[in-house]
């Protein structure tokens, strides 16, 4: 089933539902909402050729015209490539090649030099709405299976480069259920505020809220700003969003500067990387039973685990610590086990590789057999994350195998950023790892070996860094060395550079 088919549903069930806003201003309902996409739809169609299995990349931050563009994307049969707003246009520019997109829909004026582009790719200002759809043309959505793809979720890969997890309708309908099942249930007036980009976690979930008629709002900032968060959530009511545990953090810092305590949020949903015992304490402190966690990733978004507001909020439970630490249990759409190096089941309490089977997970990478092969064994989906489950059931997560860098919420991969610092002539060899952080959850250090000493510091190589790729990922910190540690197979030992940065009295000379 075409996704979209949730859209029309809904403008036919309560076609004078609010829908779509933007702050507290309601800007259509669900049968203008409908029509809006619609409209879009068929301009997609005859002003620019798209037919189903085409690709139309998204880089704008969020807006209701984002809403739109994304169910005119699938009420055509063709796929929807959001790109983060937030990455530099060579980044995105690279995804649209990947993805073979032939348009592009950004914000305003033009975001990239023509030359940037792909030849065959034409970039396009998602705020142009087109008017006069015909009557009687694509009343329907196109009929999609359930396998077809609609969603190319880019997520950066340990080599370098992003990959494109294909998520299929099918996919996209599970990952949607499980939300009433363990996350929350929606009810007719809730409001989904889109504090978080819509091209991550936030945007998907949209769906479900979709399908149950209730309100989509955008913040007028386009972003996260807590205390615009609060003002919504006071003057709407029934709030959910979508939160990594930094913006957590910041909610609960504002809270307590206005003496604001909740009023008007229904859940706050967070995920997507560790929540410290303490921040979540703080946390229930100050918004009482209104927080939800999940566990999930790209290649089975949203999806994986969930742990109960009930369950967070019982601070008195013996477990409690344990229980909070933990990401919850499997989802209902999901298997979760736990493997060993050989891919063998392991038992409770013993840490291994987390695997996932089931109907959210994705169809492979786009373009990708390889990486598809290694992630996708026997049908079960291989997470590079590394965490046991308890006898109970409950899954804590313990290491991250791949090296990923979590700050802010959003992902950075060490080697993208090493990639960007070697091209400068005067590093000879560089490693980038993460630091635990308070505000950030981990931040960016390059460990840096000049060619000649003295021939760098950290602003010119901080210069160099910002003119090619987004400022989210630059190092906080760059370290000088003379050498890099390195085992007997020349690889780079990177828990012995994480050992540095708590003592760096340690053995290797730097600066
Ligand atoms: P992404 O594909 O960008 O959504 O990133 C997914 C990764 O974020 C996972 O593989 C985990 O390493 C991490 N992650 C997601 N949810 C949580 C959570 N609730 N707690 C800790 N880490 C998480």
């Keep these: 089933m075409n996704v979209a088919h949730w859209l029309l549903d809904a403008a036919q069930r309560w076609p004078q539902r ?107 200002p998602a705020e142009v709405m087109p008017v006069g759809a015909p009557d009687g043309e694509l009343l329907e959505p196109w009929p999609c299976a359930d396998g077809e793809l609609a969603w190319l979720f880019y997520t950066s890969g340990t080599t370098g480069r992003s990959k494109g997890v294909m998520l299929s309708h099918g996919n996209l309908t599970a990952m949607s259920l499980c939300y009433p099942l363990d996350v929350d249930p929606v009810q007719a007036g809730d409001a989904l505020v889109y504090a978080a980009p819509m091209s991550h976690g936030a945007g998907l979930y949209n769906f479900i809220h979709v399908r149950c008629g209730a309100r989509h709002v955008v913040p007028e900032s386009r972003g996260f700003d807590a205390a615009e968060l609060f003002g919504l959530a006071q003057a709407l009511g029934q709030v959910s969003l979508f939160a990594a545990p930094t913006m957590v953090k910041r909610m609960v810092e504002q809270a307590r500067r206005q003496g604001y305590d909740g009023t008007g949020i229904k859940t706050i949903v967070y995920g997507g990387a560790p929540m410290y015992l303490a921040d979540l304490t703080q946390a229930l402190e100050t918004f009482g039973p209104r927080l939800v966690q999940i566990y999930g990733q790209g290649e089975c978004p949203m999806s994986i685990s969930a742990l109960s507001r009930e369950l967070i909020a019982h601070r008195q439970h013996p477990h409690w610590p344990a229980i909070a630490a933990s990401v919850g249990r499997p989802h209902a759409g999901v298997e979760v086990r736990i493997l060993d190096a050989q891919g063998q089941p392991l038992p409770a309490g013993e840490p291994g590789e987390i695997a996932v089977r089931g109907a959210p997970v994705m169809h492979g990478y786009w373009d990708n057999p390889s990486a598809t092969q290694a992630t ?72 840096v070996v000049p060619r000649s000493p003295d021939s760098l510091d950290p602003q010119v190589l901080n210069q160099w860094f910002v003119t090619r790729m987004a400022s989210f990922k630059k190092p906080r910190k ?8 390195k085992n007997s197979y020349g690889k780079i030992l990177k828990t012995r550079l994480r050992q540095w940065l708590q003592d760096p009295t340690g053995s290797v000379a730097y600066r």
């Design 18 to 124: 609010p829908a779509l806003f933007e702050g507290r201003r309601q800007v259509a309902d669900y049968q203008s909402f409908a029509a809006r996409a619609r409209a879009r739809a068929l301009h997609l169609r005859h002003d620019h050729s798209i037919a189903a299995g085409d690709r139309v990349a998204l880089l704008l931050k969020n807006s209701c015209d984002y809403l739109e563009l994304l169910y005119a994307i699938w009420w055509i049969g063709a796929v929807a490539v959001p790109v983060n707003s937030k990455l530099h246009p060579r980044e995105a520019a690279w995804i649209v090649g990947n993805a073979g997109a032939r348009l592009i829909f950004t914000d305003g004026g033009r975001t990239f030099e023509r030359q940037d582009l792909p030849a065959d790719c034409r970039e396009l």
């Design 376 to 447: 996708l064994v026997d049908g079960w989906l291989h997470t590079g994350d590394i965490g046991f489950l308890d006898s109970r059931g409950f899954l804590t997560l313990t290491d991250r195998s791949k090296d990923v860098i979590i700050s802010a919420g959003s992902n950075i991969y060490p080697r993208e950023v090493e990639e960007v610092l070697m091209q400068h002539p005067e590093v000879f060899e560089v490693c980038v790892v993460g630091e635990a952080d308070a505000e950030w959850g981990e931040s960016v250090v390059a460990f």
């Design 478 to 485: 760059y370290l000088f060395c003379t050498e890099l540690p």
